[in-house]
């Protein structure tokens, strides 16, 4: 058998980490981020406590990456290529796109507002999360005073606290919530 390459190595890290993630996301918003220790964790991922530690060096930080992930896909549909010049159809992409992602993963998103609303956890992330979350105000802001709104930063605020709700409802009710016609709705008010 030959030594494994680069290549191989990178992909059996990649899926340690992904199994760690998956594992914690669902101990943290099952049982609590403050009572799931590491020890938890990796019995449940089926790994050695010592190898949990070379992948993250605390549960902190394990919990931010599992976070930031989710802000990551949820920015990944953003895409203004002018700041200066934001168009209506790059704010329909970023609302489309989430609307989607929500309704292809039920269960990652009913984990993770389970957890993104533990008070410690909002704590832990507050920072991180602002910094994502100012840009996207900023950008919606900027294409509603380009539309020449007259409240932009209240109407941005507006739009972005409605897919908390429209997640939370939707992964509450999947059966009953109408969001395709919200996700309409939103649309009419871009």
């Known amino acids: ?3 494994r390459t680069e290549e191989q190595f990178e992909e ?12 914690a996301l669902q101990l943290f918003a099952n049982n609590g ?5 590491i020890s938890q964790i990796a019995k449940s991922a089926n790994i050695s406590k010592g190898l949990m530690y070379n992948y993250f060096s605390s549960k902190e930080e394990l919990l931010e990456k599992i976070m930031m992930s989710g802000m990551k896909e949820f920015m990944h549909f953003l895409q203004v290529k002018d700041n200066e010049n934001i168009k209506r159809e ?4 970023f609302i489309n796109g989430n609307m989607t992602a ?5 269960d990652y998103y009913k984990l993770y507002f389970s957890l993104a609303f533990q008070p410690k956890v909002s704590q832990i992330l507050h920072g991180s999360f602002m910094e994502i979350f100012e840009k996207v ?6 294409y509603f005073i380009q539309k020449g709104e007259r409240k932009p930063y209240v109407k941005a605020r507006f739009i972005l606290a409605l ?9 509450n009710d999947i059966e009953n919530f109408p969001i395709d016609d ?3 709705m939103i649309i009419e008010m871009i």
């Open 33 to 37: 981020f403050d009572t799931t220790s």
């Open 137 to 142: 105000i900023e950008i919606f802001v900027k």
């Open 163 to 171: 897919f908390d709700g429209i997640g939370i409802h939707y992964i």
């Open 102 to 106: 929500l309704k292809q993963n039920v």
């Open 12 to 23: 059996i890290r990649n899926e340690k980490t992904k199994l760690i993630m998956n594992t």
């Open 1 to 3: 058998m030959s030594p």
């Open 182 to 184: 919200v996700n309409e």
């Open 90 to 93: 790059e704010l329909l992409l």
